[in-house]
């Protein structure tokens, strides 16, 4: 397979801006691909994934691969992308323009080697994996194929040598606090519910986490108020809850709650409303779609690395399913407008997909 071409088509797919809830225009792209390629049953679904299958040469339970299209970046954010020292620079190129394109990748391999599979490969390019997309992509994927499958194969840009089998648990908040604001020299002394969700924040950062299960708190957005010269009546911030086990994360969420409950007093209503939910699961490591996929790198000569995220696997993962994410190449600045990926990885990253692909599949 020309490494080049991959490459190119990442290229095209990273140009096209695709924020989280607003992929349309990069799904239609990837659609008609999947269609010039003569794959079968080529379809957009109801929430916006674009799905394809490549027939295998027997019955029984599909493989399904699949590489969410958004990315965090607004809409208006210059793609600009240039080429240094083995790297392309770019924002969203290795999350997860390559991701996306390696779904191509695999298939031309597997052609080039004339690989006969005995099971369907469905080729899924998701939606919303993203910030407060909730997953709401793979969701849709994981209740239409189920556990009848031979396993959710979930490809990330720049995870090249890491075996994921364990996602992590997020619960994400919108906290708004509201009072009667007023003028910040004649109404000064009455609440200003800045002051008041500032005086929260400070609470929050405050809280003792463990190590062991590792467990995250983040204030990630905040916003609020009228003018320089008023007493703001309203502000509000986004709160990202995160823990490798999921007891931990439900008794960070009550603390957070506790802690919310205290700020109520006379004059200033305090809101929280859930805005995402990404349920904990895992998969043992001794499951044959982990081993297989360890086994692969291995004979690659690369020492694979087992790890947990928060990825499109929860899905699965916290339904019992089997799955597993791997990366295409190594890169840096994810989330960042200085991400990059690693050219030279990149022919090694797809041969290890090809193989796990045809090692599930047979």
């Known amino acids: 397979m020309n490494i080049e071409s991959l490459i190119n088509l990442a290229l095209q797919i990273q140009q096209i801006p695709a924020p989280t809830f607003e992929e349309a225009h990069r799904a239609e792209f990837v659609r008609t691909r999947f269609q010039a390629e003569g794959l079968t049953d080529v379809q957009t679904d109801s929430v916006g994934n674009v799905l394809a299958r490549l027939p295998g040469t ?18 208006e954010t210059d793609l600009t992308f240039h080429r240094s020292a083995g790297k392309i620079f770019a924002p969203g190129i290795g999350d997860n323009a390559l991701g996306v394109a390696a779904l191509f990748g695999i298939l031309w391999q597997l052609r080039e080697q004339n690989s006969a599979l005995s099971s369907d490969v469905w080729f899924v390019a998701n939606v919303c994996e993203e910030g407060l997309g909730d997953l709401r992509g793979m969701r849709a994927v994981v209740d239409r194929f189920g556990g009848e499958v031979r396993g959710y194969l979930v490809l990330e840009g720049m995870a090249f040598g890491h075996v994921y089998d364990r ?22 002394g009455k609440p200003s519910a800045i002051h008041e969700l500032s005086e929260l924040v400070v609470r929050l950062a405050e809280i003792k986490l463990p190590d062991s299960p590792r467990t995250t708190l983040n204030v990630g957005r905040i916003s609020g108020g009228t ?50 939910n990404r349920p904990a699961g895992s998969i043992s490591s001794d499951h044959s779609i982990i081993r297989a996929a360890m086994s692969s790198l291995v004979n690659l000569g690369v020492k694979p690395v087992l790890t947990i995220g928060s990825t499109d696997a929860n899905a699965p993962f916290s339904k019992g399913y089997p799955a597993v994410v791997l990366g295409v190449t190594t890169g840096g600045g994810a989330h960042t407008l200085k991400e990059y990926i690693d050219i030279l990885s990149i022919g090694n990253g797809i041969t290890h997909l090809v193989d796990v692909v045809t090692r599930l599949a047979q």
């Not at 027997?58 to 809409?75: E, I, K, Q």
């Not at 997020?170 to 708004?176: N, S």
């Not at 700020?263 to 305090?270: A, D, Q, Y």
């Open 167 to 188: 996602g992590t648990g997020v619960r994400r908040y919108r906290i708004t606090v509201r009072t009667a604001g007023g003028h910040s020299w004649s109404d000064y």
């Open 227 to 276: 003018s320089i010269n008023t007493i703001a009546p309203e502000a509000w911030l986004e709160l990202d809850l995160r823990s490798e086990d999921g007891s931990a994360l439900q008794r960070l969420v009550r603390e957070v709650e506790e802690l919310s409950a205290v700020m109520k007093e006379p004059g200033v209503n305090l809101e929280i409303q859930e805005i995402g």
């Open 58 to 75: 027997g019955a029984g339970c599909p493989l399904v691969v699949s590489a969410h299209l958004d990315t965090v970046f607004p809409a």
